[in-house]
């Protein structure tokens, strides 16, 4: 299988022979989508916190007597039935909300992913990206050139100009192969794959 190879204006040069093992999957959506979920729900934290009847403060007073209000019997306000009362079953801050995935279905997932954004024309092949300053500019005027507003570049090394360079970019995402997510790869127009990447993602997801 062959991918577009793009030159620094963002025109295709050339083709580039890819692995179809990555690069030529059938399309799986319902494996996608369950990768794609179980990736946000592990990095959800379980920091949020509710209280139940005994922890909010309340006064154990009842609020009326018991007869003759025409309103349904009360012992106290912090009944989970009233305004401001507790929570029956409140959201605690231990709570888990990983989800596990096997990593043969992950990368299978991650093919499908990749295959389907070629096939979409979203992914294309680049020979290197090397900055020789850590100029933002730089590489905000190189991506303009190639035409490209939203893009996530998988290089084969990511140092520290290249860093640097792209941390302030708002629709840029610069990662080596192995720090790739499926996330990512799905929110962004276009994705770019350095030469020296591509070996990387077949022995990742080959």
Not at 126 to 143: C, G, I, M, N, Q
Not at 178 to 191: G, I, N, T
Request: no cysteine; proline share 4%; charged share 25%.
């Amino acid at each position: 299988m062959q991918l577009e190879l793009l030159n620094d204006q963002g025109q295709a040069a050339s083709k580039v022979d890819v692995p179809e093992t990555v690069f030529d999957r059938q399309y799986n959506e319902s494996l996608i989508h369950q990768i794609v979920v179980a990736y946000q729900a592990n990095a959800r934290q379980g920091t949020r916190a509710q209280k139940d009847r005994q922890q909010v403060r309340h006064s154990t007073k009842k609020p009326f007597k018991q007869k003759g209000t025409g309103n349904a019997r009360a012992g106290m306000t912090s009944s989970p039935l009233w305004r401001g009362g507790g929570r029956i079953f409140p959201n605690l801050p231990e709570e888990n909300f990983t989800q596990k995935i096997n990593k043969k279905m992950y990368r299978a997932g991650m093919a499908s992913i990749l295959s389907q954004l070629a096939r979409e024309g979203r992914l294309a092949v680049v020979d290197s990206l090397k900055l020789e300053s850590p100029k933002t500019k730089v590489l905000a005027d190189k991506f303009k050139a190639m035409n490209l507003e939203s893009v996530m570049v998988i290089a084969d090394e990511v140092d520290e100009n290249l860093y640097l360079a792209s941390r302030n970019l708002k629709n840029v995402f610069v990662v080596e192969p192995r720090y790739a997510d499926p996330v990512s790869l799905v929110h962004f127009k276009k994705v770019l794959v350095t030469k020296g990447a591509i070996d990387k993602l077949k022995e990742m997801f080959a």
